[in-house]
């Protein structure tokens, strides 16, 4: 079967399109919120674009230079439909999670977001969809539940039972006469490690209290095994998400470097170097704040 192509995997030309369309949406506005700017980021990274290139989308959202109906024109000249339709639901997917990161689309996003729709045939009911995913994206991990008592006190009850009675059948096992005290006494010895007189009684104890005490935590385990496997996909999601921020902060260092190179190279230049100068300053807060999230990220899953 041969395997289709990510929006990722696609020559330069439809990669810098789809880029470039994603920009305008971000510069629709005079001044874009710094989560709106990780999102489109996020989206760059998606698109493996290396420094040269994003540098040709950033330069091209400062002065664009191809209208919207040519960019979404090379979008729909890819020849696959099932190529093509991946780019234009992840091309929308990704301006709708733009349009939402501050939690207020303006206008002027509203009507480009309108435009993209309109030019690359989305209908309505693709919309729904995506606007379902989008607020499902938090929520499809079951939520955990308030244990009420009385399951508490079985779970726990259980759980003591089987702690208990692990290294009393231990001893009763491994002794002479059953638990009576000369039974628990040769009992204990002969769990203990060591030959003949060298026995003692404490490290066989020590054994048994270690085996029963496992057995205690490994029962509640598994009584509490649904709470136990959220926690464990919730916090690989967190990590996950860590990495993420993680790679698209390293997207916004290197084009801050670059910027700073490049207002350096235009320093006589105020009015050219003014717009390059706004963008830095935008991309540093950006960066700021995937420090921040970061950061809350980590506590979260510390109190997981």
Not at 152 to 179: C, D, I, N, W
Request: aromatic share 6%; with cysteine; net charge positive.
């Amino acid at each position: 079967m041969k395997k289709h192509r990510t929006p990722g995997d696609m020559p330069q030309e439809i990669r810098l399109a789809y880029a470039k369309i994603v920009g305008l949406v971000l510069m629709a506005t005079p001044y874009p919120e710094t989560s709106v700017v990780v999102v489109f980021y996020r989206s760059l990274h998606e698109l493996t674009l290396k420094e040269k290139e994003r540098r040709a989308v950033l330069e091209f959202m400062l002065s664009p230079d191809t209208d919207l109906n040519t960019l979404c024109s090379t979008l729909m000249s890819v020849e696959l439909e099932e190529e093509r339709n991946l780019l234009r639901f992840s091309l929308v997917e990704d301006i709708y999670h733009m349009l939402m990161a501050d939690h207020n689309a303006g206008d002027e996003e509203t009507v480009l977001f309108n435009q993209v729709l309109d030019k690359l045939a989305i209908h309505e009911e693709h919309i729904d969809m995506i606007r379902q995913m989008y607020n499902s994206d938090s929520t499809y991990l079951p939520k955990l539940k308030p244990e009420n008592l009385p399951h508490k006190v079985v779970r726990q009850t259980a759980a003591g039972l089987v702690g208990l009675s692990v290294p009393v059948g231990m001893v009763a096992v491994s002794g002479e006469r059953g638990l009576s005290p000369w039974g628990i006494a040769s009992g204990l010895k002969a769990i203990s490690p060591g030959k003949g007189r060298n026995k003692s009684l404490v490290p066989g104890l020590l054994i048994t209290l270690a085996a029963g005490g496992m057995a205690w935590r490994s029962t509640k385990w598994l009584l509490h095994y649904p709470e136990w496997k959220r926690l464990w996909m919730l916090k690989r999601l967190k990590k996950s998400e860590i990495k993420k921020m993680k790679q698209t902060a390293k997207c916004i260092d290197e084009d801050i470097l670059m910027m700073q190179k490049q207002i350096e190279s235009r320093a006589a230049d105020f009015a050219e170097t003014d717009s390059w100068v706004t963008l830095e300053n935008l991309l540093k807060r950006s960066r700021s704040l995937i420090r921040v999230k970061n950061e809350e990220i980590k506590n979260e899953i510390q109190f997981l």
